[in-house]
C-alpha cells in the first residue's frame, strides 16, 4: 500500500504528511514533487505523483510546508520546490505511538499545537481553548523514542487540543 493513498483514512493522510516533512527537512532549498518521488522509493515507499501532489497541496493550505515556485533559465518554465513550512509537525513515532493511542489523542494534525522547546518538562500547560474561554491546565506526560531527547505531550479535556513538546538535554 502507497503511504499517501487513503485507504487508512485520515490517519494514513496525516502519517504521510508527516513523512514528506521529514523527508524536506534535508535540503534547505526544497525539494520537487518528483524528487520527493524518488526518495520516498528509496524509502521502500512507492507513490504516485498525482497523489503526492494531492498530500503536498493539502500541507501548504495546512501550512505544514511551504511551496516555492522558481523560474528556470529556460524561458518561462518554472519549478515548484517544497520546503518545511511555518507549523511545525510532530515526529511520526509520537504521533502512531502508544500514547496516542492509549489516551485516545486526536489523528488530525490540525488538532496538534507545538509548544516549543523546554530544559526541564512542565508537570501542567495552559490551554486557551482557542480563545475562546477560561484558560485550563493540560497534564503532560513525557515520553521517547530509542534513547532520543523525550517529548512530552497532552491532551486539553475541554477543547480537544492535543499540545506536544521537546525537551532537550542541558550539555
Known amino acids: 500500500m502507497s503511504p499517501m493513498k487513503n485507504e487508512g483514512g485520515e490517519k494514513s493522510v496525516n502519517e504521510s504528511i508527516i513523512t514528506v516533512v521529514s523527508l524536506l527537512k534535508e535540503n534547505s532549498e526544497g525539494f520537487t514533487v518528483h524528487e520527493i518521488a524518488q526518495r520516498l522509493k528509496k524509502q521502500g515507499k512507492i507513490v504516485q505523483e498525482p497523489e503526492l501532489l494531492k498530500c503536498l497541496n493539502q500541507a501548504v493550505k495546512e501550512n505544514f510546508v511551504e511551496q516555492n515556485v522558481i523560474p528556470l533559465s529556460t524561458g518561462n518554465d518554472t519549478s515548484v520546490r517544497y520546503k518545511p513550512g511555518p507549523k511545525k ?22 488538532d496538534w499545537i507545538y509548544y516549543g522547546i523546554f530544559y526541564e518538562a512542565p508537570l501542567t500547560i495552559t490551554c486557551t481553548h482557542k480563545g475562546t474561554g477560561e484558560p485550563s491546565e493540560v497534564l503532560v ?25 521537546e525537551i532537550k538535554r542541558r550539555k
Not at 509537525?89 to 490540525?110: C, H, M, N, Q, T
Not at 506526560?141 to 486539553?156: E, M, V, W
Open 89 to 110: 509537525v510532530p515526529p511520526k513515532w509520537l504521533f502512531a505511538g502508544p500514547i496516542v493511542e492509549d489516551f485516545d489523542y486526536s489523528r488530525d494534525l490540525r
Open 141 to 165: 506526560r513525557l515520553t521517547a523514542h530509542n534513547y532520543g531527547d523525550p517529548h512530552g505531550i497532552g491532551k486539553c479535556e475541554i477543547c480537544g487540543r492535543i499540545y506536544w513538546f
